[in-house]
């Protein structure tokens, strides 16, 4: 006895170190400034400006969070570096920076950037440089396009010079049909929004990407339905006329097309093509392709290119830590176990319904259980393999919707009677506790609705004003002691679970509990 | 595929919070082991017992709706084994209605421990562990007509629960149970409140088994608990204060953007 229970103390305790561990050490070792991929990049000269950085989610869709914005001279590919890191020290962007977009100015260089801020939303940040390389983000944002419009999520955007100062676009939504918005500025700094509508979608679609070339058309990516293509054209009366599919190169990596940034200049054309493959082990990442021309018909991959496309090799993929490694199965294992355990309550429910049905106690209750639980499971059967029956459907139909749901229902529809007789318990004033809180639950009550309001429009409908402010002045201590009351009360428990809980875990992962009852 | 780490502050509290439990555990071992004030919803487990054995009826004892991997239903099974142990020298039977099914073998082990702990492991009964529905409506109809078959006298509500709260504590509360709860769920809370005797409201649900107990080392956890929560609430105060005085200063706006920022990375 003694050894089985050092067994599994043991046991509980090697297990339980390898999910502390896991949880206190890093997740990953390693890899590469890249090795999570690129995305989201600029170009500008020979210098690529991307976003890597964040973890992929198990698809494509890169995670925000943790992004940072990198250089690579196209030139010299050892210059690789940081360009700079989200800061705990800045609020706007110390959860990610992504998606830059740099411009020369009369100092040196300008980088606009989405910065992912304390509260998870994504504003536009600002850098500056004077050589391009090294890089002051400011400390605040400069533009929070959802304090002007409903926007989605701010992710696509696009930034061009125009009369004299710098127009931005950015998708959003208006009247349920997705948009395209501007704002203007003359520093970079101030940020005012534009009026109106730029460009509206047609019914269907969904502008996900753009940018505005010095042509003066804009180059979109639309959405519609899982598909995406690419186009260009004239906005022109709040539309995208003159629609012209762009016809984009794939390179060898790229299984799915993410996004394309088109820069021309000189004479040349220049595409960056972003892409990756879904099914790349051991996660998949994004790389970016860079196509060069004298037109968009005769585009060819630039000098320099990898055999695979990609502008240069990914750095090695970082690799995850052996706690990771063992308590990820472990979970998968777990989850396994608890979908087998329905079939351990169902055992366990027939083997003790199935004695009292044969002897015992309620035999008739039992009978009824088992006979239903039969039942269930010969028509679930019926129901769902082979051909259609109708007889079938209708045995199930009975059984699950008209039986098993509307009793669920009721029983659901019992909880608003029992709030009642258990809401006029707790309004019983019996001890000073009570009355307090029977003052304040009527307070909350009475201050839901204009109760004055409806009282004077009975007994007195010219005093409609006064109770108006009335309803008015009783709105300040409701929500008072809905938001500051009751929500400290909430945080205070919330600390004692937080710390009762890992003093739980604690006592189960040292075997207190089990000590204890062992002496 | 990796996978998001917690925030770095988070650790930090997890790892401070743990040594000072520990250490409060070590300084028990030794012999300093802390006073406990009362907890009348726990002393009130006694005097259920009491009754139920004074009426000759059992008592019932419900572990919620969690899973094996939630603390509240390992806390609330760390109370069963006291529950049951003290039902079992009383000879009154404890009927554990269960709504996870993996819960059954643990509820049944810590039954029959308990049963074994009192000298009557014969008195044991395997089927007084039922798996009622992994539905809730259907679990608290199950409670509610267990209640009223085997005319329960008591009823111990311990662990995770949803809306059935009120639909099980009221049903035994129309049937004149003695009734004690116990979650850390907030919005339960006021359910149990309004239908049931005594309630232990959030972490004293997890205090239950060292008062219980009155082991020395489960008593220590909770005086190193105590510990942790007087620094969070320290910290908590200092934000606050420090806040204020930048506030009636005339502090521009996000001066402790650096402070908030280190606490979120």
């Known amino acids: ?519 | 595929m990796a996978r998001m780490e917690p925030p770095v502050v988070i650790r930090v509290l997890a790892v401070l919070t743990c040594s000072l439990i520990l250490m409060h555990i070590y300084r028990a071992k030794r012999g300093r082991v802390p006073s406990v004030r009362r907890i009348a919803g726990i002393d009130a487990v006694e005097e259920s017992v009491g009754r139920a054995t004074e009426m000759g009826r059992p008592v019932l004892y419900s572990p919620g709706i969690g899973r094996l991997d939630n603390m509240m239903t390992i806390a609330a099974l760390s109370v069963l084994r006291f529950v049951a142990e003290r039902c079992a020298r009383f000879l009154v039977r404890v009927i554990v209605p269960i709504f996870e099914p993996v819960v059954v073998s643990a509820a049944g082990d810590t039954l029959r421990e308990a049963f074994r702990t009192a000298g009557v492991p014969e008195r044991f009964e395997p089927s007084d562990i039922q798996f009622l529905s992994k539905d809730e409506s259907a679990y608290a109809m199950g409670v509610t007509g267990l209640m009223r078959s085997e005319r329960v006298a008591a009823g111990f509500y311990f662990g995770s629960f949803g809306y059935e709260s009120l639909l099980i504590a009221e049903a035994g509360n129309r049937q004149g149970l003695i009734q004690v709860a116990a979650t850390a769920d907030f919005f339960q809370i006021p359910f149990f409140i309004c239908a049931c005797d005594y309630v232990l409201i959030g972490e004293e649900l997890y205090a239950a088994s060292a008062y219980l107990s009155k082991d020395p080392l489960q008593v220590g956890a909770l005086a190193g608990q105590d510990a942790a929560k007087a620094i969070l609430l320290l910290l908590l105060l200092s934000g606050v204060l420090a806040a204020m005085a930048l506030a009636v200063l005339g502090a521009p706006d996000g001066l402790l953007n650096p402070v908030s920022g280190i606490l979120a990375t």
């Open chain 1, 1 to 519: 006895m003694k050894a089985k229970s050092l067994l599994i103390r043991g046991a509980t305790f090697v297990v339980g170190a390898g999910w502390v561990l896991a949880f206190l050490l890093p997740t990953e070792v390693g890899g590469g400034l890249d090795r999570h991929g690129m995305y989201a990049p600029d170009l500008v000269g020979e210098r690529l400006f991307y976003t890597t950085g964040t973890r992929s989610a198990g698809s494509l869709s890169a995670h925000k969070k943790g992004a940072f914005i990198a250089m690579l001279d196209l030139g010299n590919v050892s210059l690789r570096r940081r360009a700079f890191s989200p800061s705990p020290l800045r609020r706007d962007d110390f959860n990610g920076a992504l998606r830059p977009r740099v411009l020369r100015t009369e100092s040196g260089f300008a980088m606009l950037y989405i910065g992912v801020g304390y509260d998870g939303r994504n504003r536009l940040c600002l850098a500056v440089s004077e050589d391009g390389v090294e890089w002051q983000p400011r400390s605040e944002a400069v533009f929070s396009p959802h304090e002007a419009a409903t926007v989605g999520e701010f992710r696509p955007y696009s930034v061009v010079a125009d009369a004299g100062g710098f127009r931005l676009l950015y998708t959003a939504w208006h009247e349920g049909r997705s948009v395209i918005l501007d704002a203007r500025s003359d520093d970079l700094v101030t940020w005012q929004p534009g009026e109106g509508v730029v460009v509206r979608a047609e019914e269907g679609e969904v502008f996900d990407s753009l940018q505005l070339l010095p042509s003066g058309e804009a180059l979109v990516a639309i959405e519609v339905g899982d598909a995406r293509r690419f186009v260009r054209g004239r906005i022109e009366g709040g539309a995208l006329v003159d629609r012209a599919p762009l016809a984009v190169p794939t390179p060898a990596f790229a299984k799915r097309l993410e996004e394309v940034v088109l820069r021309e200049g000189a004479g040349r054309f220049r595409l960056l093509v972003v892409g990756g493959d879904p099914a790349e082990t051991p996660e998949p990442r994004f790389r970016i392709a860079l196509y060069e021309g004298e037109s968009l018909d005769s585009l060819a991959p630039a000098p320099g290119s990898q055999s695979d496309g990609s502008v240069v090799t990914l750095g090695e993929p970082a690799t995850s830590t052996l706690f990771h490694d063992i308590t990820r199965p472990a979970s998968d294992f777990i989850q396994v176990v608890m979908t087998f355990g329905v079939g351990m309550g169902l055992i366990s429910l027939l083997a003790l319904h199935g004695r009292r049905a044969v002897k015992g106690p309620r035999r008739g209750f039992s009978t009824l259980v088992v006979g239903s639980l039969a039942a269930m499971v010969v028509v679930q059967f019926a129901h769902r393999s082979g051909a259609p029956s109708p007889l079938w459907g209708r045995f199930n139909d009975l059984l699950f919707y008209n039986i098993q749901q509307s009793i669920g229902g009721t029983m659901f529809g019992l909880l608003a009677a029992y709030l009642l007789s258990a809401a006029y318990r707790a309004f019983r004033v019996r001890s000073f506790d009570a009355l307090v809180l029977a003052a304040v639950a009527s307070l909350i009550i009475l201050a839901q609705v204009p109760t004055a309001q409806f009282v004077t429009s009975l007994v007195a409908p010219g005093a409609a004003e006064s109770a108006a402010a009335i309803d008015a002045a009783v709105q300040a201590p409701r929500n008072f002691l809905l938001t500051v009351a009751n929500d400290a009360v909430q945080r205070a428990v919330g600390f004692g679970v937080f710390v009762g809980a890992i003093a739980m875990a604690l006592r189960v992962w040292l075997s207190l509990d089990e000590r204890a009852s062992l002496e």
